[in-house]
């Protein structure tokens, strides 16, 4: 694990307990103890932290009730899913059905909560398709389904977008392999997929160590989106489903980092 996985992964679990003990992070970390205490050194330098006896806690104040950022209680930077889901919504639809198609009946997938994601739903009922998903909606829109079976992490869930996310490695991820990962992602640019979240993107990123091929669904908006934490680099991912208002510029830097454009008509 790199230095700035390490990292990725302390402010997720500082974000979502709020406080960790450092034997906590001995446990669920595949580093020394003083690599650990190098990297919370850092942190801490940076702001990002704040060192306190037994181990570290966020520096993020606590919400207008008292009560400290925990599990749903913290909001996920970002648009909210409801509001989220409103904009571009042809293209979303478009883009959903034509990742739908890249589907094969009768395997395991998994589908990354986001409001393009959510748009495969209605189009893979006669697959017969395992799908791990962490969207309580794309739950909803599969629940239905005779033929699709649905697990989902454990984890806490986070309201307004709707997701269950947990920032503990394995400890929240079923024992689950699968061909495909279908994910959205807030901006594309030549760094890679980003998110705004940092425990988004420790969960994405669990996510992709257990599939074979990446998909990412994004409209045309996202190419000038502002950027955030990367995700993981453009040569790791396989596959771009988006709509015909990308840009020939855009097209070319993807291609050329090896990805495969598919535009939604």
Do not use: W, Y
């Given at each position: ?20 003990s ?18 919370l ?27 400290a ?5 913290r ?6 899913f ?15 059905k ?8 009768g ?18 009922a ?17 629940i ?20 269950i996310?947990?920032?503990f ?7 689950f392999?699968?061909?495909k990962?279908?994910?959205?992602a807030?901006s ?17 990123r669990r ?10 669904l994004?409209?045309?908006?996202k ?6 934490h ?25 291609e ?10």
């Amino acid at each position: 694990m790199h230095a700035n996985e390490r990292e990725t992964m302390i402010l997720g679990l500082v974000a979502e307990r709020d406080f960790i003990s450092f034997s906590e992070l001995e446990r669920s970390m595949a580093a020394s103890p003083a690599t650990i205490r190098r990297d919370l050194t850092r942190l801490a330098q940076d702001g990002h932290i704040l060192r306190v006896r037994g181990g570290v806690k966020s520096t993020q104040p606590v919400n207008g009730d008292g009560a400290a950022h925990l599990g749903g209680t913290r909001r996920l930077l970002g648009v909210p899913f409801q509001e989220n889901q409103r904009l571009h919504r042809a293209e979303k639809e478009a883009i959903g059905k034509a990742a739908s198609k890249l589907c094969i009946a009768g395997e395991a997938v998994m589908i990354d909560g986001g409001s393009t994601t959510v748009q495969m739903c209605p189009h893979i009922a006669s697959l017969g398709l395992q799908v791990l998903t962490n969207s309580l909606h794309i739950v909803a829109g599969l629940i239905d389904q005779a033929d699709t079976r649905i697990l989902v992490p454990s984890g806490a869930v986070f309201a307004e977008q709707n997701i269950i996310l947990s920032a503990f490695g394995d400890d929240g991820m079923p024992r689950f392999h699968a061909p495909k990962l279908f994910m959205g992602a807030a901006s594309v640019g030549p760094l890679g997929i980003m998110q705004l979240d940092i425990i988004l993107v420790a969960s994405e990123r669990r996510f992709i160590d257990k599939a074979d091929e990446i998909i990412v669904l994004v409209d045309s908006s996202k190419f000038s989106a502002p950027a955030g934490h990367v995700v993981c680099e453009l040569d790791r991912i396989d596959t771009i489903v988006t709509d015909k208002g990308i840009t020939a510029e855009t097209r070319n830097m993807l291609e050329k980092a090896g990805v495969r454009v598919v535009v939604a008509e």
